[in-house]
């Protein structure tokens, strides 16, 4: 085990640095390192490992990375003002650990990550780990943003199937890992579940955050699946779910009738049978295997009639709104 030298606590880089939280960026630092340590323990065994922390902050769960036997650290953070507090850590790390500032939700951390880490998708996972405790309005649309990367393979991916262990809002935490049947079960259930293994590794209570949001805390583990469940675009499994879950208690044939014009109402039941799903569920009582077939039929149908894809049910909704306003608008222009 490596240990760092002695260094001012947490609290005390924070009180010297003036390192307010800053409400704006909704930022809530961890600063119990019997919980930065019990994260960093969730992601996984990180000797030789190279690892990516995203939103370092004042460095809490840093030293708890620096404190494994990892080979590599790379952290990432966009407020500038943590940058002077993260230097003391890197210069006691034995040249481990490297600073970007910078803005995670642009940034290619394959750029960063050696190709010596590297393995090829359907190996093992790879010695490479993104951990990252990030404000709650950041941590959701980057996780989308990183299931369509691992979709592609890309960015952080390129280098295989690496692993990320990161923390949500509880509530968010349990939509992940959601199976059919759950009350929590939703698109991000789906959209997970269908590229990864998902698992909620534990639970923290906000008030053990410095300031403490008004919610607990999910810390999640997120590998790579070698065969996604569903082996269609991103964009169509992402399209399929989003109509699916726009009434998830319905029975799917209501969702599923957003995805075509009202004079196709046909293919709704085409998209039925050729799934082999029956009319009578509701979709947060389908599996994963269940989407994967109807996201299959609904390719079938697009491939026979390519417009289909491109109907919006939202535009067509807000057209009919103009519609009914300019109507409206006519009819008081006629009455003054
Ligand atoms: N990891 C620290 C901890 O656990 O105490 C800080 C956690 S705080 C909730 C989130 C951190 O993410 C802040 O330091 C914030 O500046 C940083 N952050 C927010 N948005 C970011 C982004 N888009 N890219 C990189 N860092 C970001």
């Not at 359907?122 to 010695?127: G, M, V």
């Not at 726009?246 to 799917?252: E, R, T, V, Y």
């Given at each position: 085990m490596i240990r760092l030298p002695p260094l001012p606590t947490i609290q005390e880089i924070i009180r010297i640095y003036g390192l307010s939280a800053r409400k704006k960026l909704s930022q809530n630092f961890l600063l119990d390192l019997n919980l930065t340590r019990k994260i960093i323990k969730s992601a996984g065994n990180l000797k030789n490992c190279c690892v990516v922390e995203v939103g370092p902050g004042p460095g809490g769960l840093t030293r708890s990375i620096l404190n494994t036997e990892v080979d590599k650290l790379i952290v990432v953070e966009k407020d500038a003002r943590f940058i002077p507090s993260l230097e003391i850590l890197a210069a006691a790390s034995q040249g481990r650990m490297k600073i970007i500032q910078g803005d995670i939700l642009n940034f290619d951390m394959a750029d960063v990550v050696p190709l010596e880490y590297a393995r090829q998708w359907?190996?093992?996972?790879?010695?490479i780990h993104v951990i990252g405790n990030l404000p709650f309005n950041v941590s959701t649309p980057l996780i989308i943003r990183w299931l369509d990367s691992i979709s592609k393979q890309c960015n952080l991916w390129s280098r295989g199937r690496a692993s990320m262990t990161l923390t949500f809002q509880k509530e968010v935490a349990e939509r992940i890992i959601a199976p059919p049947?759950?009350?929590?079960?939703?698109r991000l259930s789906v959209m997970c579940q269908y590229l990864c293994n998902v698992s909620l590794k534990f639970s923290i209570p906000g008030k053990a955050f410095v300031p403490p949001p008004k919610v607990d805390v999910g810390v999640v583990k997120f590998v790579p699946r070698r065969e996604p469940l569903i082996r269609q675009p991103f964009g169509l499994v992402e399209r399929i779910n989003r109509h699916l879950f726009?009434?998830?208690?319905?029975?799917?044939v209501k969702s599923l009738g957003t995805l075509f014009p009202p004079d196709r109402e046909d293919l709704i039941w085409t998209m039925i049978e050729l799934s082999g799903v029956g009319d009578k569920l509701r979709p947060f009582e389908l599996t994963n295997e269940q989407v994967q077939q109807l996201c299959n039929a609904y390719a079938t149908i697009i491939e026979q009639e390519p417009d289909i894809l491109t109907y919006e049910f939202r535009s067509q909704k807000s057209a009919k709104e103009r519609r009914q306003k300019i109507t409206r608008v006519l009819a008081l222009e006629q009455r003054l």
């Open positions: 359907q190996e093992n996972t790879p010695e049947r759950s009350e929590y079960r939703c726009h009434h998830p208690n319905k029975f799917c």
